[in-house]
Every structure is written in C-alpha cells, then in structure tokens.
C-alpha cells in the first residue's frame, strides 16, 4: 500500500522539514551503497543491508572468512561531524542489535566480531574506523 503526503495542505515550515528529512534519507542511502561497494571490493560477503532488530538497526553487515563485521555509516558535510555524531547510547543499540542478529543466525555463532564506522562526507570520500568503541 502507498501513501501519499499532501504537500499543498502542509505549512511551509512542514514542507521544508519534509524536504530535509527525504534529503538526509536519500543523502544516508547513497552514503550506505557507496560503503557497501567498497566492502564487496575488499572481498567482503555482504550478509545485511539496514538490519533490523527490536531495539534498533545495523546498517551493513558483512563477513570475510571467519570475521563478521558490523558496520555503522554515519555522513555529514565532514569527516569530524559525522564521527561526533555516534552517541555512546547509539553504539549500544548498535552492539546489542549485533547480538540480536547472532542469535537468529546460529550458523554464525563463534566467528569473530569487528564494529565499524564508516563516515562518509559531503564529497563522497570516506573513511573506515575499524573496531571501534566507546
């Protein structure tokens, strides 16, 4: 089922909100593919693309060999922007939708695990840090 959203009956206001969120996702999206290629091009199985658990979501999920990656893409107009955006609570929900992934993946139980953050900036150049924590 579509539904669509009257913009004429919305206020200004509500119109430019609602530009800027369908930007942002759109922006998100494509900062997500672009990750996700380079990924495959390191040899990486890509598993999940925007996992979602109960408690939140994993934005790529990826395996090479025995190491399971779980990876958090994150854009904004700079790398140092983007970075500050990940909460310690967003790692968390991160970490435990992880765990939520595992067990309904019994198959993968036993492989080692890696979180990344992947930022993106506003050119489209990016950066993995790999293993991150908090």
């Known amino acids: 089922m579509t539904i669509a959203v009257q913009t ?13 969120g369908t930007r ?3 922006s998100g999206a494509a900062a997500e593919a672009r990750v996700e290629r380079a990924y495959r091009d390191r040899g990486c ?5 925007r996992w979602r658990g109960s408690g939140g979501e994993v934005d790529l999920i990826v395996r090479r060999g025995d190491l399971l990656v779980f990876v958090e893409v ?15 609570a967003q790692l968390t929900r991160i970490q435990n939708t992880a765990l939520e992934f595992l067990d309904r993946s019994p198959d993968l139980a036993g492989l080692e695990m890696r979180f990344d953050l992947a ?15 908090m």
């Open 119 to 133: 930022v993106v900036e506003g050119s489209g150049r990016f950066r993995v840090l790999a293993n991150i924590t």
């Open 74 to 88: 994150k854009s904004s107009a700079s790398y140092t922007r983007a970075i500050e955006s990940l909460s310690l």
């Open 8 to 20: 004429r009956d919305l206020s200004p206001l509500a119109r430019a909100r609602q530009a800027r």
């Open 45 to 49: 199985d890509v598993l999940a693309t």
């Open 24 to 26: 942002a996702m759109l």
